[in-house]
C-alpha cells in the first residue's frame, strides 16, 4: 500500500506535540553543536576557517580532517567533526543522485560512523535523521534501514532523539519498531508526553485502536494543555464506538479555541455517531456555510449517511468531496456506498475504478467486490477479493493496510479496523447479508478453482452462495452453474440447481441491473480487458422480453451441456432444441446453443443433423478456424472430401494475431495461493461499440450522457431492440503530490501519472465512434481494421502470471479462447520483408558493451557479452549464448508478424501485451526481443500465454520516468521485426 505521504502527515501532525515539555521530568543536558571559538593552537583559527571556507565538499573534508589531526584540542574540533559528517552526506546524496548507489550509501554509513558522540540536536535533526529518509526514498530500503539501526546505537540514551528516529519508521509505516523506540524513550524518560504520542500513533498504524486510545489518555495525563493529545484521545473514542466521551473533548478544545477547525469537523461527527443528527446537521450547516470545502467533513458525513440508508444524502455530499480532492480514496468510497444505497451498482463500481487510482488496501477491492456483487458481475467480484483475501477454516484472512496480518469470521468484522483506524467511523455502510454473500462467494471461488476439486466441498459452497430468496438468486444459480460445467465437476449438483432456476426468471429481471446480470458471463472477457487498460464497458440496455428470452434460454442450454456430460445425448438434445425455441434468432446464445446442439446429435451418432446444426451456428457468426476445424473432420467422414465445403460455408478463414493488453502486477497478498480462475468460453452478444472518454479527476464518476443507441437487427423478432455498448477510454490524471488531510487515514494514496488517451483501432464500419473532445490528446493512425471480424482468443488478466489457454478444439468448446460481448477488431498486420541476421551481432553488442575490447582480457570479454545478453528476454531461457568467430551458417529467410507496428504506454510502469508469431507458423521458441534502452523499457516474455499456438507474449513496460519514443527489437536467426514504442 502507497500511503507514505499520509503517514509522513500523520509524524508532522503529531511533532507539535514534540516541542511539548512534560509536566515532570528529568530533562537531560542537550548537547548543542560547539561554539565557533578561536583556536587554542598557533594558528589553528586560521587553518579552521581556512577549511569551512572550502565551497567543494572533498577538498572541505581533507582540510577539517588535517585540522583535526593538527590540532587536537581545539574547542573547534567538534565542530570540525560534524562538518566532515555534513560534507560526507552531501557527497553520497550526489553520488545517489548520479547513480553511484555503492559509493553513495557507503560514504551515508562513514558519516553516521564518524558522526561525534554526543551528536548534538541540530546535527541529528539536519543531517543524522535525513539518511534514512533519504536511502529509502530512493529505493534502497535494506541500506535505509541498516542506517536507521547505525543511528539507534549512535543515539542511544536520547529519548527525544529516538522519538525523531521513530518518525522514520512511521513515515515507511513499520508500526513495529517505531513502538519500539517510543518505548525504549518512555524506559528513559517516563513523563514524556511526546513518548505517548508517538505510541498512540504506532499502535493506531498497527489498527491496535483501544491501545492507541490508552497511549494518547496518558499523554493527556502528563500534559492536559495539550491540544494534540486531546484531539487524537477524542478521535480515537470515535473509532471505537465511544462518541459521547469524544464529544466532551473537542468542546473542551473549543472552549479554549473556537477557531479549530479539526476540533469542529471531530464534534459535528461525533455528534452523528451519537445519534444527535438534528444537533450534528445545524452545526454542520455552518460549518460548511464557512468552508465549503472542509473534505473531512464532507467524507465523514457522507460515510454517516450511507451507513444509515439516507444514499441521496450520501452521494450529495460524496460528490462535493471528491470535486474538492479527487485522490482521497475514502471520498471515493462513500460515494459508491452512497449510489449502492440508491441502487446505482454500475455507477459505483465505475467511481472505485477512479479510486483505484490513489490507493490499494484491502478495503477498496472489498468495497469494489460489493458493487460487482450488487450488478450481478460475479466471477469479477470473485477475482477481486482473491487479490487480498483468502477463507480458511471458515475465517476470512488479509493483511490490512498490506501490512498487519488479520483474521475474523466476517468481512464486516475484518475491516472495521481499516476504516477506524481512517475515518474514524465505527458503523459500515456494507449490510450482514452482502458481507456473507461475498464470503460465500469467495469459498466457491478458491474451492472451483483448487487444484484438487472435492465435489462434495465444491457442491456445498455452491448451495451456501445460491441460498436465499432475494431477487438475484436465479443469477447467482447460473453463475454456479456455468462454473460448475467449465471444471466438469459436480454435474449432479449442476442439474439439481438449473431445475431450481426454472419459474425464477420474471423476479430475476426485478433487479437494479437486470442487464448487466443476464449478461455477466458475456460481458467478462470485454470488462477484464478494458478495465486493465483504464477503461470500463457501459452495459447496453436491452428490452425485458429480450433478457426474459436469453434467461429462459440460457437455463435450458445449461441443462443441455449437463446432461451432454452426463453421456445423455438424447435427453441434451432435446434441451438445446428448447433453447433455440426462445433465444434470439442468430444471436450469440443461439450460435452457442446450436453449436452445443450439433455436439450432442453427434454424440447420439446422427452426423448428418450434428453437421447441418454446425453449419447453422458457424453461417451465423464471423468465421471461426477452431470451428471450421471440427466441421471439415465431420464432413470428410460423411462424404469422403472436402469437396464442396468451400462453396457451402466459405473459404478456411486465415490465422490472425490480435493485441492483448495485460494487468499491472499486483503486489503479493494473503490470498496468492490461490488459483485464478479458467478461461471461460461464452457466446458473443452482437452490439455495437460507442466509445466515450473516462472522466477526469475532478469531474464527478456519475454524469456520462448516452448517446441514443443504434439497435443491430438479431432476428425478426428483436429487430431494434439490442442498443449499442459503450466503451469508456482511459482517463489522463497528473497527481504532483498526495493530499494532506489532518487526520491520518492509514490505507492511501497512490498517485498516478499523467498520462494521454491510447489510440484506439476504429471499429467495424457499422461502428460509429463518438468521441469526447480532450485537447491533451494526441492522435494517431489506428491500423487497418478488418469489417466484422470474430474474435479468436482473448486472455483474462491476472493477479499472478496469467493461465494458459490450451487451444485445443473439441465438438463441445471448439474454441477455448474467450469471446467478447461485441464484434471485435481484428488487427491487420503489415506484412514486412525479412532481415537475415547473422549470429556475429552478438559479437557487435559485445564491442557495444566493451569501450575498449582491445585492452580487455579474454574473461572481460565473456563478461561483456554475458552483460549485453542480460538485456534480451528469450523464449528459451537455458539456451546458451555463444559468441559466433566463424561466418554464419546459411539459413532460410522468414517473416515475423507482430500485433502492433507502434504502441503507446504510461511512463514509470505502463505497460502493454504484443503477440509475435512467424508467417509461415513455425515454432516461435527461438524469438528474443530486446530494447534500444534497458535502463528505461523492460521486455518480458509471459511464457504461459505464450502457449498460443504459434504465437509468443511479450510484456512491454517502461520502468522508469523517461519520456520519449524507443524500440523493440523482435529478432531470430532468420529475421527481425521492429516495434515503435512511445512512453508518454
Known sequence: MKNSAIILFLILFSLTAFAQKPKSSKNPAKTKLAKTTPANAAGGKEAFEKAVNLTNAAERIAALQKFVGGFPKSDEKTHALELIVSGRAEIADEKLRLGDTQSGVKLFKLAIKDAPMPVSDKLFTKVILQVPTNLFLRGERGAALEAAKMIEAKIDGNANQLLGLATFYLGTENAAEARRLAE???????????????????????????????AYAKALELDADSIVSKRSLAEMKRAVGKPTEAVELYREILTKDETDAAAQTGLILALFDAEKRSEAEQEMAKSLEQNPNNLFLLVGAAYWYAAHEYG???????????????????????LARGLMQEKRPLEAERTLLAARQYGNFPTLNYELASARLAAGFYREAANELKKTFAVKDDLIITRLGGRVPKQAQSFTELLAMERQASIFEPMAADSPASAEKLKSLLNFSQQIDSANLNETAISNAADDFVKGDDNMKLHRQLYAVNRLLEKRTAVAKALELTKAAVGGVDAALNVATPAAAVLADELYDSRTIAISRNEFVIVPDIPRQTLSGILRGRIETLTGRALQQQEKPAEAVTRFKRALSVLPEKSAWWRDSMWQLGAALQSEGKPTESLDAYVKSYMSGAPDVGKRIIIESLYQQINGNLEGLDEKIGAKPLPTIAALPIEEEKSQTVAQAIATPAAQTAPILETTPEIKPMPQAGESALPIAEAKPTPEVLSSQIAKTLPKAEKIIENPVKIETAPTPETTPTPEVQPS??????????????????????????????PEVLPTPEIKTVTEPKLKKPKTIK???????????????????????????????????????ETAVNENPVSQIKSDETAAVAKADNKKTTLNKTRSRIVAENKPEEVSQCKILTSEEAVSILNSGGSLGVLVGFEDGRSVNEITAFSDSPKDLEIRFEPEIGGLSGRAFFV?????????????TFESTCGKKEVLVKVR
Not at 184 to 212: C, H, S, V
Not at 312 to 334: D, F, G, Q, S
Open 807 to 845: 487451444n485445443q478444439p473439441s465438438a463441445d468448446n471448439p474454441d477455448k479462447t474467450q469471446k467478447l460481448i461485441f464484434e471485435p477488431i481484428i488487427i491487420t498486420v503489415p506484412k514486412t520483408e525479412a532481415v537475415i541476421t547473422p549470429k556475429t551481432e552478438e559479437k557487435i553488442i
Open 753 to 782: 501519472f499523467e498520462t494521454t488517451p491510447k489510440p484506439t483501432p476504429e471499429i467495424t464500419p457499422t461502428a460509429e465512434l463518438i468521441t469526447a473532445p480532450t485537447p491533451a490528446a494526441k492522435t494517431e493512425t489506428a
Open 184 to 214: 525504549k524513550a518512555i524506559l528513559i524518560e517516563p513523563n514524556l508526553p511526546a513518548a505517548y504520542q508517538t505510541l498512540g500513533l504506532a499502535k493506531r498504524l498497527d489498527f491496535q485502536l483501544e491501545d492507541a486510545a490508552n
Open 956 to 968: 512491454i513496460k517502461s520502468v522508469s520516468a523517461t519520456k520519449g519514443e524507443f524500440t523493440v
Open 312 to 334: 441521496a444524502k450520501a452521494v450529495e455530499l460524496a460528490n462535493k468531496a471528491v470535486a474538492v480532492e479527487p485522490r482521497y480514496t475514502w471520498a471515493h468510497i462513500a
